[in-house]
């Protein structure tokens, strides 16, 4: 039983302390995928987020036909979530992935960073911010809809 409400009181919590629209987000402080520290105190318009791979590849899929500076031209972020990911896999497996990607992936590695953002099993979380507060939070679960949510 304790158990139970323990898990249940951690739930509460880390659902309290996602995102909404109508709140600032932090300056964020991530490093990328080549161990670089990236300090962003001034948040772009638009923030995408993989938490998994299956979502990551819709927007590496997304990023293919783009060029080098494409994100940045466009006032765009891309967070990657490998807080879950066991560290023989990343080390060895996903970031010389992302290494060979034309775009900057800013890397999710500590779990409470993670729980800030919304997020939805399958789907990219599309975060759209006018002066760091949150406008709207959308989830895209295809190209498609990637495509025509940042149209």
Partial sequence: MKKLITILLLTIWLFAN??????KIEPINLKDQ?????????????????FEKESSYI???YMKDKNNGFL??????FLADISQM???????????KMRE????VLLISNENTAF??????????????????????????DLKELENNLK
């Fill in 72 to 77: 940045a031209n466009n006032n765009m972020l």
């Fill in 34 to 50: 080549f161990d670089k520290d990236h300090n962003i105190s001034k948040l772009p318009t638009t923030i995408i987020i993989a």
């Fill in 59 to 61: 927007f590496n899929e």
């Fill in 116 to 141: 800030k953002y919304p997020y939805r099993e399958d789907k990219l979380t599309i975060i759209k911010l006018d002066n760091d507060k949150i406008k709207s939070i959308d989830f895209v679960s």
């Fill in 101 to 104: 990607y034309n775009y900057l």
């Fill in 86 to 96: 066991p560290s023989f896999v990343t080390t060895n497996f996903a970031l010389p």
């Fill in 18 to 23: 996602e995102y909404n629209v109508g709140e």
